[in-house]
C-alpha cells in the first residue's frame, strides 16, 4: 500500500497562490507516476502529473500557464503550485499514484492505484 496525505489548501484570495503538498509513505515512492486531480461536485478531472524523476511533467490544457508540479523523491513529496487564483479553481484537490511511468491515459481515473483523502482550496473574491 502507499498512504497519500495531502495538506496546503484552505481559503485563499482570487488572485494569490498556493501550494499543495502530497506526501506518501508505504511504498519505494519512485515507482509511481505522481498526478493531481480536483474535484467539484461529482466530477473529478486530472490536472497535472508528473514522472518519477521529476524530468516530465504534463497538465490539462485548462491550467497550463498556472499550476506547476513538482516532486522531491528525497522527501517522498509531490507539489501543486497553483497561482493567478480564480473562482474556477475551488475545488478539491487530490494526489494520485499509478504504478510505472507510462503517460498513456494520464486523466483517466481507474489506471490510478492509490489516492489521497484530498484537500479543499476555496478562492474568495
Known amino acids: 500500500q502507499l498512504q497519500l496525505v495531502e495538506s496546503g489548501g484552505g481559503l485563499v484570495q482570487a488572485g494569490g497562490s498556493v501550494r499543495l503538498s502530497c506526501a506518501a509513505s508505504g511504498r519505494l515512492f519512485t515507482n509511481y507516476l505522481m498526478a493531481w486531480f480536483r474535484q467539484v461536485g461529482k466530477e473529478r478531472d486530472f490536472v497535472a502529473a508528473i514522472?518519477?524523476?521529476?524530468?516530465?511533467?504534463y497538465y490539462a490544457d485548462s491550467v497550463k500557464g498556472r499550476f506547476t508540479v513538482s516532486r522531491d523523491n528525497t522527501k517522498n513529496t509531490v507539489s501543486l503550485q497553483i497561482s493567478s487564483l480564480n473562482s474556477e479553481d475551488t475545488a478539491v484537490y487530490y494526489c494520485?499514484?499509478?504504478?510505472?511511468?507510462?503517460?498513456?491515459?494520464?486523466?483517466?481515473?481507474?489506471?490510478?492505484?492509490?489516492w489521497g483523502q484530498g484537500t479543499q482550496v476555496t478562492v474568495s473574491s
Open positions: 514522472s518519477w524523476s521529476g524530468r516530465d511533467t
Open positions: 494520485a499514484a499509478r504504478a510505472g511511468d507510462s503517460v498513456r491515459d494520464l486523466a483517466s481515473r481507474p489506471t490510478y492505484d492509490y
